[in-house]
């Protein structure tokens, strides 16, 4: 979330000192939010009458500028330009919500010698839909503004620095810009050739400069004493009501359900203290990260710093035995080997290579594979070229992912919640009823005669009575005790709130990959090519001749050796152990090739060959590797070995991508129809491609080629073949979803044919349903985009040729009634870019999802929301990291007790968590439910129930001094409901010795009750029941969930005949 000044959308400032910003406040949420930022400065007159009016009403307005910031602001200052401003209002409104989000923020200043903080040139300005775009205010707005040094500091050469802080971000004024623009944008545009370029390191008066400009490198998540909590609890409004509520008691001598409710309220107050304070601690304690790094300094001089002192441009030396990342860094020079599970819960360690040099700009996305991320630990780090492992920091503080992840806990989007909203409004009109009450009460205490203190007190309690005190604090603990169940079944909640939305799931999506199918891979086999043709499958690749396709199976991976122990993803692990060979790294590997070498693969010993093997089993030399990528869905590598004149490129990748890489010549005419009889069997199929290099076989000279120079022109090898089975518990939890008409899809990498077979396999596409396959061809040669739509039984869509059956866009309407459709991440482009219109009916229908990169997946969530979906998301972590977070309940299968990934974690390593979330949000969201209606009708009977006591005077037993005769609001709870749960305890017993009853008050009395009782009766069995649910199996079940016990059920019909008798 960001409060940029700079990002313009064509919005003028609406006023003086006033800039209307229109822009999405999260990355991954496609509704845009309105963002208004006015300067204010300060006023000696203003500062007077503020300290005046709250002296005269005795600080009661510091109450209310405590709850309304913007008052406080608009009477202590007067408004101004941005440039002058001392103090800034940030106001926040989602598109979704009508809401403002209001926020006030001072404005620092501080000394920054003779530099001032510029953009880069390439930043555009030109574009306002741009991230990176700075508008300029228009020239009326700040021409009279005052600069931004005084005439002493400009005679001395002085700059000052003015910024503000927000959520933990830190905005920089921009005078050339007369904009506030947030420090990472500082080094936007920055290309791999300038990263490359800072390997130097920064001297010591740059360090200082940057150090001013962008702040320490912390992230600190602040923890506030118990005192401090405890004003804020204290001042909260609906504690504030409650203490007006006991004061209004205690001044009824009504001292026992005052001293009830003070104990409940106390009790609440200090269990919500230490849980906030626990929380705050427990996050404070896992972001908190400090550490000695070295850095270097110009003139090849090195220095050891704490991390807090590390600025963007900084130079780190990485130590070989790995360690936390306390920063955003990008390798410059060697290797690491990481482990991302704390950001992303992916448990596979990640292989990062050194960035590319060349004129394209530098992304932290896009050059993930390059990219060291705060907080993420790093296992070992190599050095080929020099002696150290080099990274230069491009982020710190809140600006590094980590920062971002954690202020996304600190700061979670509103949830937009149809029925917190519906029950703010109820409360509101329960306020409403209670002010006609209350001059209903007072025009008929008037009449009745009774004295105005009376008058008073009667009227103010019956404002207790209409509006519940204990309300939220009602619908809060349901939450809670939900979230305590999850934690005992291995699933942890950062977001209680997002609990409620488990129980209103509609659509749930699925990776396919490690969460409906096994992490680990069985290798098949192999399927040669000789000339034009593909041999039968080879079962044991390790008996395939000497050749480029048995080199480019023991090369193409980006596996490391930790510990003496290969580590790298899973199925690179099983297409190495096929082949037999062994992977070395250190020393070793540089005694293969007689020079230096990434890492070296040696054959096994003894081990049999086919026929027809020319060449000699020798070890292969890995000079170079470019790592997989998702959105590319490949990897290369550069190999050479003893003997070799030149070295070798190879390629690995899906089958369709790779195939488009080869020249047409080396594609045999069959490749599609083998490609699809192991893909529609349920297969998953990698191919492998290759061809010479003209350079030299060294280090140095591999390192200096390109990606796009390796993929070009090369020759397909063969297939890969892999068996993906299925996890136990998918088919049964898919089936129950079903069962429920709770939507499943499908949303992976892999290959479309291979997604389709595993979706019928798991019963997302039932046996008799239709499943129908959308593909979408882009405007090419003057055509326009167009579509077609072809059964699964035929491969032309799958695999893009074009069959008689293409059809026109306009002319697609998918059956809604039995159809499953099923695209790519391509056909979901196109889609997406010509033809919005046609999108929704598409995703209505749309069950298979294959080829989707991890955007392409984010962006799908956001469009199901579109739809009005509630969508839930559940994957590993690896590539869904943007799903996760954008869906309304994202579901993280990671050994970690939280990822902040996303807001539930699951230790389980199955699906099975899923149903157990969605039971826990429909038993959370039953009992709120409950405990609303049961409340509102309690306090709305228990409202008439006054009125018609102050109507008809009825003396109260034991209280003949209260004159007029009307009996208070609180004594009707105490006797008209003993059977209550808010009344436990309160009951009365016998009248004193002495008293009499009234006459005809025994008839009025037992009326009363009888009438509220039946009405406590009807909501009160169906509470019970919410709270019986909830203890035992935590909701009500739907029908292809497990079933509740049996007595259970006999419990459950029980008390809901009950309800209905007394209703």
Sequence with gaps: MSADSSPLVGNMATSYGTLTVGMPL?????????????????????????????????????????????????LRFRPCSLARAETLVIEIRDKEDSSWQLHVVRVWTEAVGQARPELPPQTPVEDGRSQVAVGAVPEGVWKDT?????????????????????????????????????????????????????????????????????????????????????????????????????????????????????????????????????????????VKLSVRVCVCRPGGEEEWVDSSELVPGDCLVLPKGGGLMPCDAVLVAG??????????????????????????????????????????????????????????????????????????????????????KHSMKFVAALSVLALFGTIYSIFILHRNRAPVNEIVVRALDLVTVVVPPALPAAMTVCTLYAQS??????????????????????????????????????????????????????????????????????????LSRLQDTPVGDPMDLKMVESTGWVLEEGLAAGTALGTQALAVMRPPAQEPQCQGSEEPLVPVSILGRFPFSS?????????????????????????????????????????????ESYTAAGYRVVALAGKPLPITPSLEAAQQLTRDAVEQQLSLLGLLVLRNVLKPQT???????????IRTVMVTGDNLQTAVTVAQSCGMVGPR?????????????????????????????????????????????????????????????????????????????????????????????????????????CGDGANDCGALKAADVGISLSQAEASV????????????CVPMVIREGRCSLDTSFSVFKYMALYSLTQFVSVLILYTLPVPHPGRSHVQGGTLPPAAVHQRALPGGPGALGLRPGVPPPGARRPPGAADTEQHQRHLLQAAAAGLGGLQLRGGLLAGECAGPLPPGLPAVAAAQGRLQEAFQAAGAGAG
Excluded at 40 to 62: D, E, K, N
Excluded at 189 to 216: E, F
Excluded at 633 to 654: F, I, L, N
Excluded at 796 to 819: H, Q, W
Aim: net charge positive.
């Design 631 to 675: 959105a590319l869905q490949r990897m290369d590598v550069v190999v050479a070995w003893p003997g070799a004149a030149q070295p070798e490129a190879y390629v690995k990748g899906s089958p369709e991508l790779v195939a488009g890489l080869c020249s047409p010549e080396t594609v045999p005419t069959s490749f599609t129809q083998v490609l």
């Design 485 to 558: 169940r999850l934690r005992r079944q291995g699933i942890f909640c950062i977001h209680p709130l997002r609990i409620n939305l488990g129980g209103k799931l509609q659509l749930v999506c699925f990776d396919k990959t490690g969460t409906l199918t096994e992490d680990g891979l069985d290798v098949m086999g192999v399927v040669p090519l000789q000339g034009r043709a593909f041999l039968p499958l080879v079962p044991e690749p390790r008996r395939l001749p000497m050749g480029p396709l048995l080199r480019a199976l023991a090369t193409c991976h980006t």
């Design 335 to 420: 290797e690491c080997m990481v482990n991302e599970s704390a950001l992303t819960g992916e448990s596979v360690p990640v292989l990062k290579t050194a960035l590319p040099e060349g004129p394209v700009p530098y992304c932290p996305e896009t050059h993930r594979r390059h990219t060291l991320f705060c907080g993420t630990l790093v296992l070992q780090a190599r050095a080929f070229v020099g002696p150290h492992v080099l990274a230069v920091v491009t982020r710190t503080g809140f600006c590094t992912a980590k920062g971002g992840l954690v202020s996304s806990i600190l700061h979670p989007r509103p949830i937009n919640f149809k029925f917190y």
């Design 146 to 286: 005052a600069p931004l040094h005084s005439g002493e500091e400009a005679a001395s050469g002085q700059q000052v620095l003015r910024y503000y802080l927000f959520r933990g971000q830190r905005y920089v004024w921009i005078e050339a810009r007369q904009a506030f623009c947030q420090v990472s944008l500082l080094d936007q545009g920055r290309t791999c050739d300038d990263i490359h370029h800072s390997r130097s390191g920064l001297g010591l008066h740059d360090h200082a400069v940057r150090k001013t400009v962008y702040g320490p490198n912390v992230i600190s998540v602040p923890v506030r004493s118990y005192p401090q909590l405890l004003v804020d609890e204290a001042l909260n409004p609906y504690y504030g009501f409650q203490a007006f509520s006991i004061g209004l008691w205690l001044a009824d001598h009504y001292y026992w359900y005052a001293l009830c409710i003070f104990l409940i309220s106390s009790v609440s107050i200090c269990l919500s203290l230490y849980k906030t304070r626990k929380q705050s601690q427990t996050l404070s304690d896992m």
């Design 26 to 74: 999260d990355p991954l949420s496609s509704s845009v939010s309105s963002v208004r930022l006015s300067g204010y400065c300060g006023s000696p007159w203003r500062v007077i009458g503020y300290h005046a009016v709250v002296w005269v009403m005795a600080g009661v307005p510091l109450l209310l500028f405590r709850w309304k910031p913007a008052w406080g602001v608009h």
């Design 731 to 741: 088919t049964p939890v898919i089936q129950a979803l079903r069962g429920t008409r």
């Design 769 to 873: 349903e239709r499943l129908v396959i959308l593909s979408a061809t882009p405007p090419e040669r003057g055509q326009p985009a167009s579509l077609e739509l072809l059964p699964v039984e035929s491969s032309a869509a799958v695999n893009g040729t074009k069959g008689p059956d293409r059809v026109s866009s306009c002319t697609v309407e998918p059956d809604p009634r039995s159809s499953h459709l099923a695209l790519s991440g391509s056909t979901f482009g196109v889609l997406v870019k010509y033809f919005p219109k046609l999108l929704p009916k598409v995703l209505v229908q749309g069950t298979v999802f294959a080829r989707m990169a991890p955007e392409q997946k984010t962006e799908l969530v956001c469009e199901l929301q579109k739809l009005q979906y509630c969508v839930g998301m």
């Design 901 to 912: 990934v996303s807001p539930f974690t699951s230790s389980m390593a199955s699906i099975e």
